[in-house]
């Protein structure tokens, strides 16, 4: 599904002494089976736009397209059912979320919701434990019982559970070990793939946005700051440092290096490829000096 | 003897009998002014030692020694004192309804007198750069913020040893560097030891100390130099190295010689200098 | 994200009324409220309302905030009146309405019921709008002090309040979170039958819940580990002082009953 903003505005209570324009006219498209970061600090308004996706929010100003849909301000929305079906939301620490008895029981949950038949949902249910790699029997127990990042894959289940076309993934490594995380972000870069789902991933992290994603909007100030691939956008340093973000390390030790004599352009290589690259210009006698 | 030391004896500890053990004969000694880090993936037992060094679980054999006093029922409230925590969730060690009283609260466990405590308040919010948020309340704060008003509650109360268990895990990159700026200014201008239990390579790699964790027995001890240089070891038991390390790794397998491990962006690019210089 | 969260109607300010010792102002509205009920001429009627009238004028709150603070009781002022107005039966008959004898006696006590009642919501309404749920704590802490030679356990209790009250706006970020969450899997929160709604509370509150006992847990270990250990040898930071504002305040309020039982008929 086709995502398009256009000239969103946003601005939670109006008219009082708390107003606040979280969304400032904001337009993009994200393509149809794209993987799209969305970084920006806290308060760039990123929670909001992605509150947007499934009809959470309605635009104050303009609109949202997504897929069929459309949220129009001003306009009620008369399939937000649908829409969420189609929207699949893993929410920060999505282990908040779960409430049922058994842990298959909180799997079935959303599907049910949507009116999905009993052996479809079953069916899902396999699926999606399957996914996140969540060993079969634990779908008797209670999922308050289960450990902390196994409690995340059964929320994560529940989402995929819906068989949504658009995946939105708040920060949803957050607080999972160095393992857990790469764990996750793997499976999640995995089902994109396999099932050609259009992913928005909001993040913190700039190592995550280079490795996984293959457009990246920066926001602040409830605008797009930048926009664009990966390269692209880790190419201005300067940009991103003036409204105080990060660039991935392998970025930022390369641009150090020429401080050193050391003159290379990052264009994707993995450790290893840089490591041949600077063992060439170390080995081949200082060609700057 | 052992003035200012946090000192663990072949600690053994778990939370019920029929359940397994959490730590293992556990033993290793904080100096004054040391600035320890523990890390370890989730469930090695690094949390626990936290928990125990300030009497909040006591161990079921060994013995734990704070400042010279053994932990017991008896010496918790003046361990407390000596020990000070700020704990992972940023909105649950939050007690006042606004960040003075929050200052204030464990000096008032202590029975600090009233004209000691505002001193002390305006101190320590000072020493984390919050003196301007005095009046806020919790709600109206970032997570980094409320993780600074943590620490300068520990602050007050004026402890040898401060913890910090996974204190920046639930920040933002902008409020894990307020955090850890904060912790480097408070270990420069005071007399205390610093324990971080942490996931963050980056805090790792800046302090003096790092204490292994695995399966609830000490892995290994070193210098975050010593500790890095050993990535393999590191790498099965589940931990991830810095990106510099990692390089070092692939560059000396290219031919490259480094002599000593990196710890930063800089130390990696002067050895390649003076490796080039002598190529 | 929702920045506008107040707890109960606080108007910030920094009047005379605002500064008072809460336990002035707490110990005066209890003794304002028992000798409202010994009013019984205009006169005595007159100098209550000039006092509740004039503490209202010296809060600096907007008259618009006291109205709507009133507002949901206007409905018993009016009901009160008019009760009385068609029950009493004695005196004079001083008009009909709809062949209804409306008696004097009727008006007056009428009037004198709902002016009780309007002077007694207006001022206890005066206290919240200038004394933060903090400062009601602290103050009742204080006043129920004495009680402690009973075993009541009044530190605890304001402990307890104070807590809840720091808390609340966490949890009402967190039912916001959660019904998000959960609206995101389906759940209509707005629409359906009534049945249906109930249901659709059960995902929101068990999570709540659990959550709540996850951060009580939590806050419990780390103020232990901050060396909490109950009420004993502790000391307080805030410290509530009678200040010169709070003797004038006890010596108008005297006057007052003073000349209300003087001109009681």
Do not use: C
């Given at each position: 599904m086709d995502i398009t903003f256009d000239h969103v505005s946003y601005t939670y209570q109006p008219n009082t002494p708390f107003e606040h324009r979280a969304l400032d006219d904001l337009s993009f498209t994200i393509q149809s089976g794209s993987f799209v970061a969305v970084i920006g600090h806290t308060g760039s308004g990123k929670s909001t736009l992605i509150q947007h996706l499934n009809g959470l929010l309605q635009p104050t100003e303009g609109q949202v397209q997504v897929g069929p849909y459309t949220m129009k301000a001003g306009e009620k929305n008369k399939q937000l059912m649908k829409l969420r079906e189609n929207v699949g939301v893993v929410f920060q620490y999505p282990e908040h979320q779960l409430f049922e008895e058994t842990v298959e029981k909180d799997i079935g949950f959303g599907p049910q919701n949507f009116g999905v038949g009993q052996d479809e949902i079953k069916r899902r249910t396999k699926e999606a434990v399957q996914a996140v790699k969540l060993p079969e029997e634990l779908l008797e127990r209670s999922p308050f019982d289960l450990s902390g990042g196994q409690m995340r894959r059964v929320a994560i289940s529940g989402v995929l559970a819906m068989d949504p076309e658009v995946l939105v993934l708040d920060e949803p490594t957050a607080g999972l070990d160095p393992n857990g995380r790469k764990e996750i972000m793997d499976m999640f870069y995995h089902l994109?793939?396999?099932?050609?789902?259009?992913?928005?991933?909001?993040?913190?992290?700039?190592?995550?946005?280079?490795?996984?994603?293959?457009?990246?909007?920066?926001?602040?100030?409830?605008?797009?700051?930048?926009e664009g691939t990966p390269l692209e956008i880790f190419k201005q340093q300067q940009a991103l440092e003036d409204v105080q973000l990060d660039v991935p390390e392998v970025v930022s030790f390369l641009k150090m290096a020429r401080d050193y004599g050391l003159d290379l352009e990052y264009e994707g290589q993995t450790i290893a490829e840089l490591a041949k690259e600077i063992a060439l210009k170390v080995k081949g006698g200082g060609d700057h000096e | 003897m052992g003035e200012r030391q946090v000192e663990f004896r072949n600690v053994s500890f778990r939370y019920q009998e029929?359940?397994?053990?959490?730590?293992?004969?556990?033993?290793?000694?904080?100096?004054?002014?040391?600035?320890?880090?523990?890390?370890?993936?989730?469930?090695?037992?690094?949390?626990?030692?936290?928990?125990?060094?300030?009497?909040?679980?006591?161990?079921q054999e060994g013995e734990i020694l704070v400042d010279g006093m053994p932990v017991n029922e008896k010496t918790i409230w003046d361990v407390r004192k000596q020990v000070g925590m700020v704990f992972q969730n940023p909105d649950n060690q939050f007690v006042g309804t606004t960040v003075?009283?929050?200052?204030?609260?464990?000096?008032?466990?202590?029975?600090?007198?009233?004209?000691?405590?505002?001193?002390?308040?305006?101190?320590?919010?000072?020493?984390?750069?919050?003196?301007?948020?005095?009046?806020?309340?919790?709600?109206?704060?970032?997570?980094?913020?409320k993780q600074r008003v943590a620490i300068a509650s520990v602050l007050a109360v004026s402890p040898?040893?401060?913890?910090?268990?996974?204190a920046t895990a639930m920040l933002d990159p902008k409020g894990r560097k307020e955090i850890m700026n904060t912790v480097h200014r408070v270990q420069e201008e005071r007399d205390l030891s610093l324990i971080t239990i942490t996931h963050d390579l980056h805090e790792v790699t800046q302090s003096s100390r790092v204490i292994v964790m695995n399966k609830g027995e000490v892995w290994m001890q070193g210098s975050p130099r010593d500790v890095f240089s050993k990535k393999e070891h590191l790498q099965e038991i589940g931990l991830d190295t810095p990106f510099v390390s990692k390089l070092a790794d692939h560059l000396k397998a290219e031919g490259v010689p480094l002599t000593r491990e990196p710890l930063n962006h800089q130390e990696l690019l002067e050895e390649l200098w003076t490796s080039r210089s002598i190529m | 994200?929702?920045?506008?969260?107040?707890?109960?109607?606080?108007?910030?300010?920094?009047?005379?009324?605002?500064?008072?010792?809460?336990?002035?102002?707490?110990?005066?509205?209890?003794?304002?409220?028992?000798?409202?009920?010994?009013?019984?001429?205009?006169?005595?009627?007159?100098?209550?309302?000039?006092?509740?009238?004039?503490?209202?004028?010296?809060?600096?709150?907007?008259?618009?905030?006291?109205m709507k603070g009133l507002k949901p009781v206007w409905f018993l002022v009016i009901f009160t009146f008019l009760l009385h107005l068609f029950v009493t039966r004695e005196g004079e008959v001083a008009f009909s309405l709809f062949g209804w004898a409306?008696?004097?006696?009727?008006?007056?006590?009428?009037?004198?019921?709902?002016?009780?009642?309007?002077?007694?919501?207006?001022?206890?309404?005066?206290?919240?709008?200038?004394?933060?749920?903090?400062?009601?704590?602290?103050?009742?802490?204080?006043?129920?002090?004495?009680?402690?030679?009973?075993?009541?356990?009044?530190?605890?209790?304001?402990?307890?309040?104070?807590?809840?009250?720091?808390?609340?706006?966490?949890?009402?970020?967190?039912?916001?979170?959660?019904?998000?969450?959960?609206?995101?899997?389906?759940?209509?929160?707005?629409?359906?039958?009534?049945?249906?709604?109930?249901?659709?509370?059960?995902?929101?509150?068990?999570?709540?819940?659990?959550?709540?006992?996850k951060r009580a847990e939590e806050l419990a270990m780390a103020m232990e580990a901050r060396g909490y250990q109950g009420g004993e040898g502790r000391t307080k930071l805030r410290e509530l002082k009678l200040e010169r504002r709070d003797w004038l305040l006890f010596a108008v309020f005297i006057l007052l009953a003073a000349v209300l039982f003087l001109t009681r008929s």
């Open positions: 994109h793939q396999e099932k050609g789902l259009t992913t928005v991933l909001v993040t913190h992290s700039m190592e995550d946005a280079l490795a996984y994603a293959d457009h990246i909007i920066i926001m602040n100030q409830g605008k797009v700051y930048r | 029929d359940m397994p053990w959490v730590l293992r004969d556990v033993s290793f000694t904080i100096g004054p002014d040391e600035w320890v880090a523990v890390i370890g993936h989730n469930g090695s037992g690094k949390s626990t030692i936290a928990k125990l060094m300030n009497g909040l679980l006591f161990p003075k009283d929050d200052v204030a609260f464990g000096m008032e466990n202590h029975g600090m007198p009233r004209e000691l405590m505002l001193e002390r308040i305006k101190e320590s919010l000072s020493a984390v750069g919050m003196s301007d948020y005095e009046q806020q309340e919790p709600h109206r704060l970032s997570g980094g913020q040898k040893f401060i913890i910090l268990d996974e | 994200m929702s920045s506008s969260l107040i707890i109960g109607q606080y108007i910030p300010s920094d009047s005379v009324i605002h500064r008072l010792d809460p336990r002035s102002k707490i110990a005066v509205i209890f003794f304002y409220v028992v000798i409202v009920f010994f009013a019984n001429s205009v006169m005595s009627y007159g100098v209550l309302a000039l006092f509740a009238l004039s503490s209202a004028v010296l809060s600096k709150v907007p008259f618009s905030y006291i409306v008696y004097e006696e009727g008006l007056i006590q009428g009037a004198a019921i709902s002016l009780r009642f309007f002077l007694l919501i207006l001022v206890t309404s005066l206290l919240t709008l200038t004394t933060t749920p903090i400062e009601i704590t602290d103050a009742i802490e204080e006043l129920l002090g004495p009680l402690k030679k009973v075993k009541f356990p009044v530190h605890e209790l304001a402990l307890m309040m104070s807590i809840s009250l720091r808390f609340i706006p966490t949890l009402m970020q967190e039912t916001e979170k959660i019904s998000k969450a959960q609206a995101s899997r389906g759940v209509d929160f707005r629409t359906g039958a009534f049945k249906d709604r109930v249901k659709a509370v059960v995902p929101l509150l068990v999570p709540l819940f659990v959550s709540a006992f």
